[in-house]
């Protein structure tokens, strides 16, 4: 079973920047492509970005391309997104999730149900 979490959140004013960090233990991290979600409140759950096992592949959704960037270190068993340029939109509970495939990374989907292990969650607050 792999064990996912995540780190990094805060609250920070409108156009700063934070460093999400998803740290995995308990299973074989390269088996695994790793995407974020966040959920706001009172919203379902939405992808964010995702990286393929090796990390050469990724894929953002149109809100986060050119603010956030998503990277893995496999040696530390660890997935990054560096978000840049924060909007008051993205206050959210951001959530990192690994699937056993690069399917998803590849076509750019982002599929709940294709995700088979999560994380808790870290909070994202961007306000003035």
């Known amino acids: 079973q792999l064990q996912l979490v995540e780190s990094g959140g805060g609250l920070v004013q409108p156009g ?60 530390k068993n660890t997935v990054y997104l560096q978000m840049n340029n924060l909007k008051p939109e993205d206050t959210a509970i951001y959530f990192c999730a690994a699937a056993p495939s690069d399917f998803g990374v590849i076509v750019g989907t982002f599929r709940i149900e294709d995700h088979h292990f999560w994380g808790q969650g870290t909070q994202v607050t961007v306000s003035s």
């Open 16 to 75: 700063g920047s934070l460093r999400l960090a998803c740290a995995a233990s308990g299973g074989t991290f390269t088996d695994y492509s790793i995407a974020w979600f966040r959920q706001a409140p009172g919203k379902e759950r939405e992808g964010v970005s995702s990286i393929s096992t090796s990390g050469g592949n990724t894929n953002y959704k149109d809100f986060a391309k050119g603010r956030f960037t998503i990277s893995r270190d496999n040696a």
